[in-house]
C-alpha cells in the first residue's frame, strides 16, 4: 500500500500544470524518473512477496508430502490396531493344553491332560481307562467287544440298546430298603436318561446317551455318564466318561462331555 500511495501522489504531481511551470527542466526530468523508479520498486516489492508466497506454498507441500509418505510407509502393527489374543500381542495364539489326543488300536480320542491311566479293569474288553487325579469317580474307559451286529442300529433305539450293556451303570453296592428323595420304595438305584442322539461321523452310525445314575447311598448326589458306541468289522466300540454330580457342575462337565464327544472309530 505504501508503494501504491507514493505512485498516486508522483503521478498527482506530474498531472498538475501549475507545479510544472515552477520546476526546472532538470526537476521535471528528475520529478518524471521517479515514476519508473516507483514502478521498479512496486514490481520488487511484488516480487518478494511472490517469492515469500512461493517459500510458504513450497514449505505446505513439503510437509504435505512428508505426512502423506509417513502414512504411506508406515504400516500398523496388529498390536497397535487392537489389544489382546486379536492382536496377537503375545505371539502365537496357545495351543488347546487341556486335552491330549490318543490314538488307540481301532479308535481314537481326546483325554484330560490332567488325568492319568489307571490299570483298574471295570468292564468286559476294556482297553483303556484314564481318571482324574484327585477323584477315581472322574473317568473315561473305551471297551471293545465282539459282535455280530453289522451296524449300531441293529441294536435297537439308543435306550434299547442301553438295556442290552447296562452293566456300564454300576452294580447295586446298597443292599435293604432304602427311600431317599427321588427314589420309590424299595428301589436302591435309578437311572434316568437326559439325552440321546445317533450322530453320522464319517459314514458310520453312532448311539450317543447321557445318563443320570443315582445310588441310595448318596455318593456324590449321583454320577453323570456319558456313552458314545458304534459298529465297526464286528466289533462293538464303546466309551464311557462320567463324573460324580458335584464335580460335574464344578468343572468336570466339561471334561467329560469333551473326552466323550471325540470318540471315534479309525
Not at 33 to 54: F, I, N, R, T, Y
Not at 115 to 120: C, D, G, Q, T, V
Request: with cysteine.
Amino acid at each position: 500500500m505504501a508503494s501504491t500511495a507514493c505512485f498516486l501522489h508522483h503521478q498527482y504531481a506530474l498531472s498538475t500544470p501549475s507545479s510544472t511551470a515552477r520546476t526546472s527542466p532538470s526537476q521535471r526530468l528528475h520529478a518524471v524518473s521517479v515514476k519508473p523508479s516507483q514502478l521498479v520498486c512496486k514490481a520488487s516489492a511484488q516480487k518478494h512477496e511472490d517469492v515469500v508466497g512461493e517459500v510458504a506454498v513450497s514449505r505446505r507441500l513439503a510437509l504435505t508430502l512428508l505426512i502423506g509418505a509417513a502414512a504411506v510407509g508406515s504400516k500398523v502393527s496388529p498390536a497397535d490396531a487392537a489389544y489382546g489374543e486379536a492382536a496377537n500381542v503375545f505371539g502365537k495364539p496357545k495351543t488347546n493344553t487341556d486335552f491330549l489326543p490318543y490314538n488307540g488300536n481301532g479308535f481314537k480320542l481326546s483325554i484330560p491332560s490332567k488325568w492319568n491311566p489307571s490299570k483298574e479293569v471295570e468292564y468286559p474288553g476294556q482297553v483303556l481307562r484314564y481318571e482324574d487325579n484327585f477323584d477315581s469317580n472322574s473317568y473315561v474307559s473305551v471297551m471293545v467287544t465282539p459282535t455280530d451286529k453289522k451296524s449300531i442300529t441293529d441294536y435297537g433305539s439308543p435306550e434299547q440298546f442301553l438295556s442290552q450293556v447296562n452293566y456300564l451303570l454300576g452294580s447295586q453296592t446298597y443292599l435293604g430298603n432304602a427311600s431317599e428323595g427321588g427314589f420309590d420304595p424299595d428301589v436302591v438305584a435309578t437311572a434316568n436318561i437326559l439325552e440321546t442322539s445317533t450322530p453320522t461321523v464319517d459314514g458310520k452310525k453312532y448311539y450317543f446317551l447321557s445318563v443320570l445314575t443315582r445310588t441310595a447311598d448318596g455318593d456324590e448326589g449321583g454320577k453323570h455318564q456319558l456313552i458314545t458306541a458304534t459298529v465297526k468289522d464286528g466289533k462293538l466300540y464303546i466309551c464311557k466318561a462320567q463324573a460324580g454330580d458335584k464335580r460335574w457342575f464344578k468343572g468336570a462337565r466339561k471334561f467329560v462331555e469333551s473326552a466323550a464327544s471325540s470318540f471315534s472309530v479309525a
